[in-house]
């Protein structure tokens, strides 16, 4: 060992002694608390020799409080101020009466002489010199001040405050407002001007860092420091330091935790029963929530683990790896502190180097693995997830494609959809088509596109969330997302039954504007394509996955409409004078009641009448189908998709993306209808619903910005004119344009003509183009889709 470290372990070793004799030989009396080391430097010693306190198992505050416990907490955590009288004290900053909430068999409120000084809050008996000092609450930068609020005082009279020290929680009370605020920022000010408290763990895990060339000293560390080693009793106190007091006003509640503090304690015991769990998933689950609810808990947890899998008694049993197998959830799902990731990284190689070719070793080679691609997960890990990462497996991902195909891939935690779709391209032979694709999340009657980046494992576990609440079946969808150039596509090619399969579902979902005959021959070339010739014994799909149902239900009410039946009490009233009519009066309620009857009535006969009518429109619809069915035998699959796609290339829209927006706004008028906002390769057009022709179409030349202008409208700048849409499909669109703009960016880089330039975001959530010479060129969004 050089000479320096030889210097270091021999001017330290009293240090760590001291560690030793104070808290290593009876861990469950840790409490772990102490000030900094510029605090403690005054008292001449070495920045190893750390104070360490002993805890109390009493509750916040008591009722018998003396000198001595004071003094205690005094000695614990700061340097003792000389014994002066309580007049002569010049360090006191604000004192007066103020009445403290006492719990014994009741609560009940006793006043109490109050002084603050830099250190402390302290009470006595009485303001007389030389009287009996009763309690003392140590401040220091993790203490904390509730303000007095008006719901306290509507209930007791009394403005409160209420102060949270390490051992105990002071619930002040006094009449005047002025007075409790008064005490409240003055203690809140002492708060603040505390040097940040460090816990033994900090201090010795900064001396791990400082030392890790030095493996002597480190091993001299860890030996004569058992709060840094395996134990089966216990923790009182946590291993980083938190601040005081409930979680309501340190960070965010709403699912029953207490303070940060008591969950942390409370996390090492779920650590502990993970040995002797006969299913440790449920428990592995609920630290890992825990930790996406506490932020500040992460750290915690990393050290625990590190703590519980240093020399541990019986390393290779079953129970043990039960801890590397959560550290292996933890570093797939969280990443620690800089400070902590370094103390961690150690911990791993240095198990390694101790520990070659066993199972801690592969667990540490895993784990130091995921923390180079970790990124902070939005979900807990699905119970699948964790069972592969305890065995430090991949998983199986189903994506589904256009028609009644799918495939299997092997997915990691860290997988994003990029990755999917790269791979989902090598795989079906897409690498070099200029269209691009995207993944969906996709039921029966929704569906949307998954961002680029986004966690795959992620979107699993929210897919699995809602086919539980919703009884619906969810699946991922690798589909076409930019339809650049839908001439080059192959007809034999399986890019050609993308643009077929996504086609049909646009027609179901009546969003391809088309006469019914045209509708209908498109639904019987589906049915040659699916089954081949006509055949009675044929398998046939039903109506609603071949031809759009709306289309069928605006015929059926254009023909009620046009022959209304009038209500038998319209009728009356016909050939009734209106000088006959009931007065209002003792029959009022009678007749109000059977016209409510009547009315309802009408309404379900009416309900009926429709139903009946939909479903012989339905079979009539259903009939022309199968007879132009039958007219298409002979008919190969090929012919049948390239005769539909060329019906539907009849559209000018054909290979848009359509978003129903409910407002139209612009310089030059306004409609308050639903639209179709059509997003294109070469530009935006608007469509009423079901019309083939465009209201208006705006090629991205003439765009000059687009993007969210708030919660629920977008808006597009083409020249001078403004178009704002109210739509619940803000991000999507704009994505889309992202998306198309970044396609024909690539096409510029490669030499082909492109009208684009490079963009410039000024607002968040909005593109503007910058101004050109010639006015048909545009910027690019800088931020990816």
């Not at 004071?70 to 614990?76: A, D, L, Q």
């Not at 990462?389 to 495939?407: D, K, W």
């Not at 990755?419 to 079906?428: F, H, S, T």
């Not at 509708?519 to 046939?540: E, Y």
Request: charged share 20%; proline share 5%.
């Amino acid at each position: 060992m050089p000479l320096q470290g030889v210097c270091w372990f021999l001017c330290c070793r009293k240090g760590f002694s001291l560690l030793g004799r104070d808290y290593g030989e009876k861990e469950e009396e840790e409490s772990f608390e102490l000030r900094n080391k510029e605090d403690l430097t005054p008292n001449g010693r070495s920045p190893a020799e750390v104070t360490v306190s002993q805890p109390t198992r009493t509750a916040n505050g008591t009722n018998g409080h003396t000198v001595s416990e004071g003094t205690e907490e005094m000695k614990s955590l700061i340097i003792e101020k000389n014994k002066m009288g309580l007049e002569e004290d010049p360090e006191l900053l604000v004192k007066g009466w103020l009445s403290r909430e006492v719990r014994g068999n009741w609560i009940k409120q006793r006043r109490y002489w109050f002084v603050l000084s830099q250190d402390s809050l302290d009470y006595y008996s009485g303001q007389e010199k030389g009287a009996r000092r009763l309690g003392t609450l140590v401040l220091t930068n993790l203490c904390s001040v509730i303000w007095p609020d008006k719901k306290t005082y509507k209930e007791t009279g009394h403005w409160s405050i209420t102060v949270y020290g390490r051992k105990h929680c002071y619930r002040l009370y006094t009449k005047h407002f002025n007075e409790a605020v008064h005490w409240a920022c003055a203690i809140q000010k002492i708060i603040d001007t505390k040097a940040p408290v460090e816990t033994p763990t900090q201090l010795l895990i900064r001396d791990i860092e400082e030392n890790k060339f030095h493996p002597e000293v480190v091993e001299h560390i860890y030996q004569h420091n058992p709060i840094l080693k395996y134990t089966q009793g216990p923790l009182y106190a946590p291993l980083l330091p938190f601040p005081y007091g409930s979680l309501e006003h340190t960070y965010h509640s709403g699912k029953g935790y207490g303070s940060v503090r008591e969950e942390a304690v409370k996390l090492f015991n779920c650590l502990q029963q993970l040995e002797s769990a006969r299913e440790p998933v449920p428990i592995i689950q609920g630290v890992l929530q825990t930790c996406l609810d506490l932020r500040p808990l992460r750290d915690e947890v990393y050290c625990q683990l590190v703590k519980q899998t240093s020399y541990t008694p019986a390393p290779y049993t079953a129970a043990h790896l039960r801890y590397w197998q959560l550290l292996t959830c933890m570093s797939c799902t969280f990443l620690p502190g800089p400070n902590v990731l370094k103390y961690l990284r150690f911990h791993l190689k240095r198990i390694q180097s101790q520990n070659p070719e066993s199972e801690m070793d592969n667990y540490a080679s895993f784990i130091s693995e995921a923390l180079e691609k970790t990124k902070c997960r939005g979900s807990v890990p699905s119970w699948e997830e964790i069972q592969v990462l305890m065995s430090r497996q991949e998983m199986l991902c189903t994506v589904h494609y256009p028609g009644p195909l799918s495939c299997q891939l092997y997915i990691s935690s860290h997988t994003t959809a990029n990755e999917v779709v790269r791979r989902m391209q090598e795989k079906l032979g897409l690498q070099d088509t200029k269209n691009t694709f995207a993944l969906y999340e996709q039921n029966a009657l929704w569906e949307q596109p998954v961002p680029g980046g986004a966690l795959i494992a992620d979107i699993l576990t929210s897919l699995s969330t809602k086919e539980s609440e919703s009884k619906a079946q969810w699946k991922l969808c690798f589909k076409l997302y930019c339809l650049l150039d839908a001439d080059s596509i192959s007809v034999d090619s399986i890019e050609y039954l993308f643009l077929f399969e996504q086609c049909h579902e646009m027609v179901v979902r009546g969003q391809l504007p088309a006469c019914e005959e045209d509708l209908q021959v498109l639904a019987s070339l589906r049915l040659q394509c699916l089954v081949g010739d006509f055949s009675t014994h044929a398998p046939c799909p039903p109506l609603d996955e071949l031809f759009p149902g709306h289309v069928l239900e605006d015929q059926v009410l254009m023909s009620l409409s046009a022959h209304p039946a009038l209500p038998p009490c319209q009728v009356a009233d016909q050939g009734c004078p209106t000088t006959q009519r009931f007065h209002t009066g003792l029959l009022a309620g009678t007749l109000w009641s059977h016209t409510a009857t009547a009315a309802h009535k009408q309404k379900v006969e009416q309900d009926m009448r429709l139903r009946s009518r939909l479903k012989e429109e339905a079979a009539a619809v259903m009939a022309s189908i199968l007879e132009r069915w039958k007219g298409l035998a002979g008919y190969s699959r090929r012919d049948s998709i390239a005769a539909y796609l060329t019906i539907a290339r009849q559209w000018s829209g054909f290979g848009c993306t359509l978003y129903e927006v409910d407002f139209y706004i612009s310089s030059t008028g306004s409609f308050s209808q639903k639209l179709w906002l059509g997003v294109a390769a070469t530009s935006v057009s608007l469509y009423r619903q079901g019309e083939a022709e465009a209201l208006e179409s705006f090629p991205y030349g003439q765009i000059c910005s687009y993007g969210v202008s708030d919660s629920n409208t977008f808006k597009i700048t083409a020249g001078d004119r403004d178009l704002m849409f109210e739509t619940t499909k803000l991000t999507e669109i704009m994505q889309l344009m992202n998306a198309y703009f970044s396609a024909i960016r690539r096409q510029r880089g490669k030499g082909e003509d492109a009208d684009i330039t490079k963009t410039k975001c000024t607002e968040v959530g909005f593109c503007h183009l910058a101004s050109t010479h010639t006015p048909t060129l545009l910027e690019l969004p800088s931020h990816p889709v």
